[in-house]
């Protein structure tokens, strides 16, 4: 609420909607979210949650948010598609940079460069080298249409490109989409509270707890 999702709302860009995905939140989530007056904020929670792979805090890394991503890409209706996670803040100017850039180069997909905590301080990942040029999840923006690119449920069986946003981009970048990037930072990620690291490690160090929170109560 203080982060992720304020950060979105403290957009210049104003013309979007805001979609909060609950993975069956079972604590008072819904109730939080309904604080916000905002018209362009709405939440769903999952009605359940079954067995989905091998519950190990990597899995639960690798293909953990698969599920709410693809209930999410069910609900989008504009034009484009951003995503953002609990543990990501964007820049004021996030999605103005990015559609600024996308329509003025007729660009079907753009990410940009971010910030990321790590040995207790920032540093700035981009991937300008790399081929293809795609920052992290946080800074991506694409057509809507492009959601029939669903997220991998399975993708923790790979032997690389495991995570479940490297499996869709590496299968977007095949498939000949356009792909733009800007060397701007518009994301941050930050340790959870209580937490010292950030993704897989933050998992790692915190692996009895991440099991026990993010099991399949529902098996």
């Not at 971010?114 to 790399?130: F, T, W």
């Amino acid at each position: 609420m203080d982060r992720a999702v304020d950060s979105v709302l403290r957009q210049n860009y104003r013309n979007f909607e805001l979609l909060i995905i609950g993975d069956h939140c079972t604590d008072n989530t819904e109730k939080i979210v309904s604080r916000i007056k905002d018209t362009r904020v709405s939440f769903f929670n999952i009605p359940n949650r079954g067995y989905r792979y091998p519950p190990t805090a990597e899995n639960h890394w690798y293909a953990g948010p698969v599920v709410a991503a693809n209930t999410a890409l069910d609900m989008v209706k504009g034009k484009w598609i951003a995503r953002i996670d609990d543990d990501d803040v964007w820049t004021y100017d996030h999605l103005e940079k990015l559609l600024s850039k996308a329509i003025a180069d007729n660009l079907e997909f753009i990410s940009g460069s971010y910030l990321v905590y790590r040995n207790g301080m920032h540093e700035v990942v981009n991937p300008k080298d790399l081929s293809p040029s795609i920052g992290g999840t946080q800074t991506w923006l694409y057509r809507s249409y492009l959601k029939l690119f669903r997220y991998n449920i399975n993708c923790w069986r790979k032997k690389w490109n495991r995570v479940n946003d490297m499996d869709l981009q590496d299968r977007m970048f095949k498939s000949g989409v356009k792909i733009g990037y800007i060397e701007d930072i518009i994301c941050e990620i930050n340790p959870r509270p209580n937490e010292d690291e950030v993704g897989l490690k933050a998992y790692i160090a915190q692996e009895k707890k991440i099991c026990n929170d993010l099991r399949f109560p529902d098996c």
